[in-house]
């Protein structure tokens, strides 16, 4: 035989270590099934590990810091910021409202 018997309980502490880690991935896959189904019908990015998931709505990317309030939504004067409408974040994707007409 040419396998030694520490070649050989190497071998087997590796494939122990394999197996586990494959049971412990099929596991979570089981686990987080539903609730990652749910998060790919809403298209949110999701992270895998093994014990955890992270689910990311790609809409927050979207939304940034007003640049003139600074996000605090205050302009002059304590009257609302006239770039962000008093919200503090600014949606790049999302139309500017229509401008009122003065009579
Ligand atoms: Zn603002």
């Known amino acids: 035989m040419n396998v030694r018997p520490a070649g050989v309980a190497t071998h087997l502490w590796t494939h122990i270590r394999e197996h586990t880690l494959a049971r412990n991935w099929e596991l979570s896959d089981a686990f987080f099934a539903e609730i990652d189904g749910f ?13 955890r998931h992270t689910y990311r709505d790609p809409r927050f990317d979207r939304v940034v810091v007003c640049c ?5 939504g205050k302009g002059e004067g304590g ?3 006239r770039t962000c409408k008093g919200e503090g974040l600014l949606n790049f994707f999302e139309p500017p409202p229509a401008a009122r007409k003065s009579a």
Do not use: E, L
Request: proline share 5%; glycine share 14%.
């Open 68 to 72: 003139t309030c600074g996000g605090t």
């Open 79 to 81: 009257r609302p910021c």
């Open 39 to 51: 998060a790919w019908v809403q298209g949110w990015a999701i992270v895998r590990r093994r014990t």
